[in-house]
Structure formats: C-alpha cells, structure tokens
T-cell receptor, first 112, second 113 residues
Framework: DQQVKQNSPSLSVQEGRISILNCDYTNSMFDYFLWYKKYPAEGPTFLISISSIKDKNEDGRFTVFLNKSAKHLSLHIVPSQPGDSAVYFCAASVNSGSRLTFGEGTQLTVNP | EAQVTQNPRYLITVTGKKLTVTCSQN?????MSWYRQDPGLGLRQIYY???????DKGDVPEGYKVSRKEKRNFPLILESPSPNQTSLYFC????????????FGSGTRLTVV
C-alpha cells in the first residue's frame, strides 16, 4: 500500500521555465511533508518542508504547495536550472515523528 | 563537517554470510533511521531509533537487525543475507526538535549473490 505516490517517473523542462513536481498521499494522519533532492551516487538532500497548518512555503526558487482537501502537494522550481536535474522525492510524516514515508521519486531533467 | 558516515560504500557478499553496515553521525542527533532504495519503490524505512536503546520497525524490517548502544552509531545487521536484499541502503539522522529533515549518508550499494 503506497501511501505517498509520485505518479510521474520523469519530467523534462527547459532552462528558465517552471518545473512542477506533484505528489499525492492517502493517509489523512500525515501532517508534515518534505521534499528531497537526490543526485546519482549521493544520499538524498533535504530541500524544503511544509506543515499541514500551512498551504504554502517558499524558499528562494523553491515553493511547496499543500492542498489538504485533495491530499496533494506540489513543488515548484522557478526558474529551473540545469543543476536542478536530479531525482526528487516527496515524503510525509505523522506528528513530525521519526517515521518518514517516501514516494517513488520523479527524475527531473532541465535542458539548457 | 556535520555528516552521516556509512561504511562500506560498496559490498558484494554471498547468501547467508552475516554482514554489518556501519553508520555514524557527528551531529548529536537523537533520531536515526535506515532506508533501502529500490527502482520504482522509492525509499522504504527499515528500522528507526528515537534514542539510545530505543529502536522500532519501519515498513520493511524482515531480515534486518539494528542496535543503538551509543547515540552516534546505528549499525544495520543482516544475519543471513538473501538476494532480495540486494539494494541501495541509506542511513539518516535528525534532531528531535527543530528542523525535521533527515540528513542522509552517501549510501551503501549491497549485492547478495
């Protein structure tokens, strides 16, 4: 039972344009959501997070949106850069606890 | 430098031969966790620990053991490895309060033949 799903295995965008990565979840108990970025041969790196009491969190070029009624979150990257090319994972937890449930990941490719 | 260190980075072993993957963090983090990454499945939590001598099962604990005798170390033990445990393994840690993002190690690529 995949409680966190990223339905797009891959996404390709042009440099300078917006990248939108999507994530859906089924467990209504999740109240904290995170995005991680992963380059080949490296561990995932924490990118940005959002609590369920908010619907938007912004950090530089990265913005995460949360739609609790739809159980959906998205990561927007504006403008996209070639260095953003990586696998992006969304993750969720209950009570900001130690258990973290990840999605399958989306490979983002930003073309120069 | 704040980091999570896993060893070894690569390991090829035979079915049934006990092995340990070590994990150490230098950030005085309370929480530590082990994940495995498999194609199409993302990262799945194997075991986690909320502090010394406190461990619990994650989503895929079968065939694995852990221990947390010291705050900085959280080794992953495969008593009798099988080919279905061939995977990429990550150790991670985070503080109990403050930022809730885990810091991950660089990974251990394990092949069981």
């Amino acid at each position: 039972d995949q409680q966190v799903k990223q339905n797009s295995p891959s996404l390709s965008v042009q440099e300078g344009r917006i990248s939108i990565l999507n994530c859906d979840y089924t467990n209504s108990m999740f109240d904290y959501f995170l995005w991680y970025k992963k380059y080949p041969a490296e561990g995932p790196t924490f990118l940005i997070s959002i609590s369920s009491i908010k619907d938007k969190n912004e950090d530089g070029r990265f913005t995460v949106f949360l739609n609790k009624s739809a159980k959906h979150l998205s990561l927007h990257i504006v403008p996209s850069q070639p260095g953003d090319s990586a696998v992006y994972f969304c993750a969720a937890s209950v009570n900001s606890g130690s258990r973290l449930t990840f999605g399958e990941g989306t490979q983002l490719t930003v073309n120069p | 430098e704040a980091q999570v260190t896993q060893n070894p980075r690569y390991l090829i072993t035979v079915t049934g031969k006990k092995l340990t993957v070590t994990c150490s963090q230098n950030m005085n983090h309370e929480y530590m966790s082990w994940y495995r990454q498999d194609p199409g499945l993302g990262l799945r939590q194997i075991y986690y620990s909320m502090n010394v001598e406190v461990t619990d099962k994650g989503d895929v604990p079968e065939g694995y053991k852990v221990s947390r005798k010291e705050k900085r170390n959280f080794p992953l033990i495969l008593e009798s490895p099988s080919p279905n445990q061939t995977s990429l393994y990550f150790c991670a840690s985070r503080a109990q309060t403050g930022s809730y993002g885990y810091t991950f190690g660089s990974g251990t690529r394990l092949t069981v033949v």
